[in-house]
Protein backbone atom coordinates (compact mmCIF):
# COMPACT_ATOMS: atom_id res chain seq x y z
CA UNK A 1 0.00 0.00 0.00
CA UNK A 2 1.30 3.51 -0.71
CA UNK A 3 1.00 6.47 1.26
CA UNK A 4 1.49 10.23 0.25
CA UNK A 5 2.31 13.12 2.19
CA UNK A 6 2.92 16.20 0.63
CA UNK A 7 4.50 19.88 1.58
CA UNK A 8 5.53 22.85 0.63
CA UNK A 9 2.20 24.71 0.43
CA UNK A 10 1.55 28.29 1.44
CA UNK A 11 0.83 31.85 0.78
CA UNK A 12 3.28 33.94 -2.42
CA UNK A 13 2.22 36.85 -4.47
CA UNK A 14 1.65 36.78 -8.14
CA UNK A 15 4.52 35.71 -9.91
CA UNK A 16 6.15 33.69 -6.67
CA UNK A 17 7.16 30.72 -6.83
CA UNK A 18 6.37 27.70 -4.46
CA UNK A 19 8.26 24.06 -4.51
CA UNK A 20 5.69 20.97 -3.79
CA UNK A 21 6.96 17.78 -2.40
CA UNK A 22 5.58 14.71 -1.92
CA UNK A 23 6.96 11.72 0.12
CA UNK A 24 5.83 8.07 -0.65
CA UNK A 25 5.93 5.30 1.84
CA UNK A 26 4.71 1.79 1.21
CA UNK A 27 5.64 -0.63 -1.33
CA UNK A 28 2.84 -0.63 -5.23
CA UNK A 29 2.30 -3.46 -6.33
CA UNK A 30 2.32 -2.75 -10.36
CA UNK A 31 4.70 -0.08 -12.30
CA UNK A 32 3.19 3.13 -11.06
CA UNK A 33 3.41 7.18 -11.71
CA UNK A 34 3.49 9.95 -9.51
CA UNK A 35 1.51 13.25 -9.94
CA UNK A 36 -0.04 16.37 -8.91
CA UNK A 37 -3.60 17.35 -8.61
CA UNK A 38 -5.60 20.05 -7.76
CA UNK A 39 -8.83 21.72 -6.40
CA UNK A 40 -10.17 25.10 -6.59
CA UNK A 41 -13.25 26.35 -4.23
CA UNK A 42 -16.07 25.39 -6.42
CA UNK A 43 -14.33 24.05 -9.06
CA UNK A 44 -13.74 20.42 -10.43
CA UNK A 45 -10.58 18.56 -9.94
CA UNK A 46 -7.66 18.48 -12.67
CA UNK A 47 -4.98 17.45 -13.16
CA UNK A 48 -1.47 19.39 -12.93
CA UNK A 49 1.29 17.19 -14.15
CA UNK A 50 2.44 13.73 -13.73
CA UNK A 51 5.58 11.61 -13.75
CA UNK A 52 4.40 8.25 -15.48
CA UNK A 53 5.07 4.42 -14.95
CA UNK A 54 7.62 4.30 -18.53
CA UNK A 55 9.53 7.62 -17.76
CA UNK A 56 7.68 10.03 -19.69
CA UNK A 57 6.15 13.50 -18.17
CA UNK A 58 2.84 14.92 -18.90
CA UNK A 59 2.18 18.69 -18.12
CA UNK A 60 -1.22 20.01 -18.68
CA UNK A 61 -2.19 23.36 -19.53
CA UNK A 62 -2.10 24.99 -16.36
CA UNK A 63 1.69 23.77 -15.73
CA UNK A 64 3.31 24.11 -19.44
CA UNK A 65 5.86 26.98 -19.07
CA UNK A 66 5.44 27.30 -15.52
CA UNK A 67 5.77 23.89 -13.34
CA UNK A 68 8.39 21.65 -13.42
CA UNK A 69 7.80 17.64 -11.68
CA UNK A 70 10.93 16.30 -10.98
CA UNK A 71 11.13 12.58 -9.10
CA UNK A 72 14.04 11.43 -6.64
CA UNK A 73 13.95 8.17 -6.59
CA UNK A 74 16.57 7.80 -3.74
CA UNK A 75 14.37 9.93 -1.42
CA UNK A 76 11.04 8.78 -3.02
CA UNK A 77 9.97 12.23 -3.50
CA UNK A 78 8.58 13.64 -6.36
CA UNK A 79 8.37 17.63 -6.56
CA UNK A 80 6.45 19.74 -8.39
CA UNK A 81 8.31 23.67 -8.56
CA UNK A 82 5.62 26.19 -9.44
CA UNK A 83 7.18 29.78 -10.84
CA UNK A 84 5.19 32.84 -11.93
CA UNK A 85 2.64 31.71 -9.75
CA UNK A 86 -0.85 33.60 -10.41
CA UNK A 87 -4.30 34.34 -8.27
CA UNK A 88 -5.73 31.11 -10.46
CA UNK A 89 -2.88 28.67 -9.29
CA UNK A 90 -4.83 28.90 -5.59
CA UNK A 91 -5.85 25.57 -4.77
CA UNK A 92 -4.96 22.77 -2.74
CA UNK A 93 -2.45 20.80 -4.70
CA UNK A 94 -3.05 17.01 -4.26
CA UNK A 95 0.02 14.44 -4.61
CA UNK A 96 -1.59 11.09 -6.40
CA UNK A 97 -0.14 7.79 -7.14
CA UNK A 98 -1.49 5.24 -9.95
CA UNK A 99 -0.86 3.37 -12.98
CA UNK A 100 0.20 4.18 -16.27
CA UNK A 101 -0.14 8.12 -16.64
CA UNK A 102 -1.82 8.26 -12.96
CA UNK A 103 -5.52 7.74 -15.36
CA UNK A 104 -6.09 5.34 -12.44
CA UNK A 105 -5.05 6.61 -9.29
CA UNK A 106 -4.73 4.10 -5.88
CA UNK A 107 -3.23 6.36 -3.44
CA UNK A 108 -4.56 9.94 -2.62
CA UNK A 109 -2.18 12.16 -0.41
CA UNK A 110 -4.00 15.12 2.10
CA UNK A 111 -3.14 18.08 0.64
CA UNK A 112 -1.09 21.03 0.71
CA UNK A 113 -2.93 24.63 0.43
CA UNK A 114 -1.32 27.13 -2.36
CA UNK A 115 -2.85 30.30 -1.82
CA UNK A 116 -1.49 33.17 -4.62
CA UNK A 117 -2.10 36.86 -4.03
CA UNK A 118 -2.51 40.03 -6.90
Known amino acids: QVELVESGGGSVQAGGSLNLSCARSGDPNRPYCLGWFRQAPGKEREGVASFNSDGSIIYTNVAKGRFTISWDYAKNTVYLQMNNLKPEDTAMYYC????????????WGQGTQVNVSS
Open 96 to 107: VAGGGTCESVDA
